[in-house]
T-cell receptor, first 115, second 115 residues
Framework: DARVTQTPRDKVTEMGQEVTMRCQPI?????VFWYRQTMMQGLELLAY????????DSGMPKDRFSAEMPDATLATLKIQPSEPRDSAVYFC?????????????FGQGTRLTVV | AQSVTQLDSQVPVFEEAPVELRCNYS??????LFWYVQYPNQGLQLLLK??????LVKGINGFEAEFNKSQTSFHLRKPSVHISDTAEYFC?????????????FGAGTRLAVHP
Protein backbone atom coordinates (compact mmCIF):
# COMPACT_ATOMS: atom_id res chain seq x y z
CA ASP A 1 0.00 0.00 0.00
CA ALA A 2 1.87 3.07 -1.26
CA ARG A 3 1.76 6.07 1.00
CA VAL A 4 3.50 9.32 1.76
CA THR A 5 5.59 9.05 4.90
CA GLN A 6 6.34 12.07 7.08
CA THR A 7 8.69 12.22 10.02
CA PRO A 8 8.50 13.13 12.81
CA ARG A 9 4.77 12.93 13.54
CA ASP A 10 5.11 15.31 16.45
CA LYS A 11 7.81 17.82 17.31
CA VAL A 12 8.07 20.15 20.26
CA THR A 13 10.94 22.59 20.17
CA GLU A 14 12.07 25.78 21.79
CA MET A 15 11.99 29.09 20.01
CA GLY A 16 15.16 29.72 18.07
CA GLN A 17 15.93 26.06 17.38
CA GLU A 18 16.24 24.57 13.92
CA VAL A 19 13.48 22.21 12.86
CA THR A 20 13.72 19.74 9.99
CA MET A 21 10.68 17.87 8.68
CA ARG A 22 11.09 15.00 6.26
CA CYS A 23 8.86 13.49 3.64
CA GLN A 24 9.18 10.36 1.56
CA PRO A 25 6.91 10.70 -1.48
CA ILE A 26 5.22 7.77 -3.15
CA UNK A 27 7.63 5.99 -5.48
CA UNK A 28 7.16 7.18 -9.04
CA UNK A 29 5.48 10.46 -8.17
CA UNK A 30 7.10 13.49 -9.75
CA UNK A 31 5.44 16.29 -7.75
CA VAL A 32 5.77 17.14 -4.07
CA PHE A 33 3.76 19.76 -2.18
CA TRP A 34 4.32 21.23 1.29
CA TYR A 35 1.28 22.67 3.09
CA ARG A 36 0.85 24.27 6.49
CA GLN A 37 -2.46 23.91 8.31
CA THR A 38 -3.60 26.21 11.11
CA MET A 39 -6.99 27.04 12.53
CA MET A 40 -6.71 30.64 11.42
CA GLN A 41 -5.29 30.23 7.91
CA GLY A 42 -6.47 26.78 6.91
CA LEU A 43 -4.31 24.93 4.37
CA GLU A 44 -1.60 27.14 2.93
CA LEU A 45 0.60 26.01 0.09
CA LEU A 46 4.19 26.70 1.08
CA ALA A 47 6.11 25.19 -1.81
CA TYR A 48 6.01 22.61 -4.49
CA UNK A 49 8.47 20.68 -6.61
CA UNK A 50 8.31 18.87 -9.88
CA UNK A 51 11.03 16.38 -10.84
CA UNK A 52 12.90 17.65 -7.75
CA UNK A 53 13.03 21.23 -9.03
CA UNK A 54 11.29 23.94 -7.02
CA UNK A 55 8.46 25.42 -9.08
CA UNK A 56 6.94 27.79 -6.59
CA ASP A 57 7.80 28.70 -3.04
CA SER A 58 6.03 32.03 -2.93
CA GLY A 59 3.93 30.90 0.03
CA MET A 60 6.95 30.31 2.19
CA PRO A 61 8.60 32.90 4.48
CA LYS A 62 12.00 33.05 2.83
CA ASP A 63 13.94 34.41 5.77
CA ARG A 64 13.52 31.32 7.91
CA PHE A 65 12.03 28.54 5.79
CA SER A 66 13.73 26.43 3.17
CA ALA A 67 12.57 23.43 1.19
CA GLU A 68 14.69 20.97 -0.76
CA MET A 69 14.60 17.64 -2.51
CA PRO A 70 18.07 16.13 -2.21
CA ASP A 71 16.85 13.08 -4.12
CA ALA A 72 13.63 11.64 -5.51
CA THR A 73 12.86 9.77 -2.30
CA LEU A 74 13.27 12.64 0.16
CA ALA A 75 11.84 16.12 0.55
CA THR A 76 12.77 18.33 3.49
CA LEU A 77 11.30 21.46 5.03
CA LYS A 78 13.52 23.39 7.42
CA ILE A 79 12.76 26.26 9.74
CA GLN A 80 15.68 28.18 11.19
CA PRO A 81 15.21 29.83 13.62
CA SER A 82 11.78 28.60 14.66
CA GLU A 83 9.22 30.91 16.25
CA PRO A 84 6.00 30.25 18.19
CA ARG A 85 3.93 31.44 15.23
CA ASP A 86 5.32 28.52 13.20
CA SER A 87 3.30 26.12 15.36
CA ALA A 88 1.05 24.23 12.96
CA VAL A 89 0.57 20.90 11.23
CA TYR A 90 2.80 20.58 8.18
CA PHE A 91 1.66 18.25 5.43
CA CYS A 92 3.60 16.82 2.59
CA UNK A 93 1.73 15.49 -0.44
CA UNK A 94 2.98 13.82 -3.56
CA UNK A 95 1.40 13.29 -6.94
CA UNK A 96 1.95 12.33 -10.54
CA UNK A 97 1.60 15.30 -12.85
CA UNK A 98 0.01 14.39 -16.15
CA UNK A 99 -1.98 16.32 -18.67
CA UNK A 100 -2.31 19.45 -16.60
CA UNK A 101 -3.54 18.07 -13.29
CA UNK A 102 -1.99 16.60 -10.22
CA UNK A 103 -3.93 14.48 -7.78
CA UNK A 104 -2.24 14.80 -4.43
CA UNK A 105 -1.76 12.04 -1.87
CA PHE A 106 -1.17 13.33 1.64
CA GLY A 107 1.03 12.17 4.45
CA GLN A 108 -0.14 12.09 8.07
CA GLY A 109 1.48 15.41 8.84
CA THR A 110 4.03 16.72 11.32
CA ARG A 111 2.52 18.56 14.26
CA LEU A 112 5.02 21.26 15.22
CA THR A 113 4.83 23.11 18.52
CA VAL A 114 7.31 25.90 19.15
CA VAL A 115 7.42 27.07 22.76
CA ALA B 1 -4.92 32.80 -10.43
CA GLN B 2 -7.50 30.43 -9.06
CA SER B 3 -9.31 30.45 -5.73
CA VAL B 4 -11.83 28.33 -3.88
CA THR B 5 -14.67 29.41 -1.61
CA GLN B 6 -16.43 27.01 0.67
CA LEU B 7 -19.60 28.76 1.65
CA ASP B 8 -20.24 27.03 4.96
CA SER B 9 -17.69 26.66 7.72
CA GLN B 10 -19.87 24.21 9.63
CA VAL B 11 -22.79 22.01 8.63
CA PRO B 12 -24.72 20.14 11.31
CA VAL B 13 -27.00 17.35 10.14
CA PHE B 14 -28.84 14.40 11.60
CA GLU B 15 -27.88 10.85 10.76
CA GLU B 16 -29.53 9.46 7.61
CA ALA B 17 -30.40 12.95 6.38
CA PRO B 18 -29.06 14.24 3.05
CA VAL B 19 -26.28 16.80 2.99
CA GLU B 20 -24.78 19.24 0.53
CA LEU B 21 -21.46 20.99 1.05
CA ARG B 22 -21.01 23.95 -1.21
CA CYS B 23 -17.93 24.95 -3.15
CA ASN B 24 -17.39 27.73 -5.64
CA TYR B 25 -14.21 28.39 -7.54
CA SER B 26 -12.78 31.12 -9.69
CA UNK B 27 -10.25 30.63 -12.42
CA UNK B 28 -9.37 32.15 -15.74
CA UNK B 29 -8.33 28.80 -17.17
CA UNK B 30 -9.58 25.24 -17.27
CA UNK B 31 -9.57 23.65 -13.88
CA UNK B 32 -9.60 20.30 -12.24
CA LEU B 33 -11.63 19.99 -9.07
CA PHE B 34 -11.27 17.77 -6.04
CA TRP B 35 -12.93 17.03 -2.73
CA TYR B 36 -10.82 15.76 0.15
CA VAL B 37 -11.84 14.57 3.61
CA GLN B 38 -9.83 14.95 6.78
CA TYR B 39 -10.57 12.92 9.89
CA PRO B 40 -9.16 14.11 13.25
CA ASN B 41 -5.37 13.89 13.47
CA GLN B 42 -5.15 12.50 9.96
CA GLY B 43 -3.95 13.68 6.60
CA LEU B 44 -6.30 14.47 3.75
CA GLN B 45 -7.85 11.69 1.74
CA LEU B 46 -9.26 12.09 -1.76
CA LEU B 47 -13.04 11.63 -1.97
CA LEU B 48 -13.55 12.35 -5.65
CA LYS B 49 -12.26 14.40 -8.56
CA UNK B 50 -13.47 16.06 -11.72
CA UNK B 51 -11.01 16.14 -14.59
CA UNK B 52 -13.24 16.09 -17.67
CA UNK B 53 -16.25 14.32 -19.13
CA UNK B 54 -19.43 13.71 -17.15
CA UNK B 55 -20.21 16.55 -14.81
CA LEU B 56 -21.56 14.18 -12.15
CA VAL B 57 -18.73 12.52 -10.35
CA LYS B 58 -19.07 9.67 -7.90
CA GLY B 59 -16.57 9.08 -5.16
CA ILE B 60 -15.92 6.91 -2.18
CA ASN B 61 -18.21 6.47 0.83
CA GLY B 62 -21.34 7.25 -1.20
CA PHE B 63 -20.40 10.85 -1.97
CA GLU B 64 -20.93 12.53 -5.32
CA ALA B 65 -20.36 16.00 -6.73
CA GLU B 66 -21.60 17.93 -9.71
CA PHE B 67 -19.45 20.27 -11.76
CA ASN B 68 -21.37 23.30 -12.95
CA LYS B 69 -19.25 25.43 -15.22
CA SER B 70 -21.78 28.24 -15.64
CA GLN B 71 -22.11 28.65 -11.89
CA THR B 72 -18.46 27.82 -11.23
CA SER B 73 -19.53 25.38 -8.55
CA PHE B 74 -18.60 21.89 -7.46
CA HIS B 75 -20.97 21.00 -4.63
CA LEU B 76 -20.58 17.75 -2.71
CA ARG B 77 -23.62 15.66 -1.82
CA LYS B 78 -24.57 12.54 0.00
CA PRO B 79 -28.16 11.26 0.15
CA SER B 80 -27.89 9.74 3.61
CA VAL B 81 -25.08 10.50 6.05
CA HIS B 82 -23.64 8.35 8.82
CA ILE B 83 -22.05 9.28 12.11
CA SER B 84 -18.75 8.17 10.62
CA ASP B 85 -18.97 10.94 7.99
CA THR B 86 -18.22 13.50 10.70
CA ALA B 87 -15.04 15.15 9.47
CA GLU B 88 -13.68 18.22 7.72
CA TYR B 89 -14.18 18.44 3.98
CA PHE B 90 -11.99 20.44 1.65
CA CYS B 91 -12.68 21.51 -1.90
CA UNK B 92 -9.59 22.07 -4.05
CA UNK B 93 -8.80 23.34 -7.50
CA UNK B 94 -5.85 22.63 -9.71
CA UNK B 95 -5.10 24.60 -12.77
CA UNK B 96 -2.44 26.54 -14.50
CA UNK B 97 -1.36 29.44 -12.38
CA UNK B 98 1.63 31.51 -13.25
CA UNK B 99 2.56 28.85 -15.77
CA UNK B 100 2.56 26.11 -13.18
CA UNK B 101 0.10 23.72 -11.64
CA UNK B 102 -0.87 24.63 -8.11
CA UNK B 103 -3.36 22.75 -5.96
CA UNK B 104 -5.29 25.32 -3.93
CA PHE B 105 -7.66 24.44 -1.10
CA GLY B 106 -10.73 26.12 0.32
CA ALA B 107 -11.07 26.90 4.01
CA GLY B 108 -12.90 23.66 4.74
CA THR B 109 -16.38 22.70 5.94
CA ARG B 110 -16.80 20.84 9.19
CA LEU B 111 -19.58 18.28 8.84
CA ALA B 112 -21.07 17.21 12.15
CA VAL B 113 -23.48 14.28 11.99
CA HIS B 114 -25.71 13.90 15.03
CA PRO B 115 -27.65 10.78 16.07
Amino acid sequence: DARVTQTPRDKVTEMGQEVTMRCQPILGHNTVFWYRQTMMQGLELLAYFRNRAPLDDSGMPKDRFSAEMPDATLATLKIQPSEPRDSAVYFCASGLYRGGNTEAFFGQGTRLTVV
Amino acid sequence: AQSVTQLDSQVPVFEEAPVELRCNYSSSVSVYLFWYVQYPNQGLQLLLKYLSGSTLVKGINGFEAEFNKSQTSFHLRKPSVHISDTAEYFCAVSGLSGGYNKLIFGAGTRLAVHP
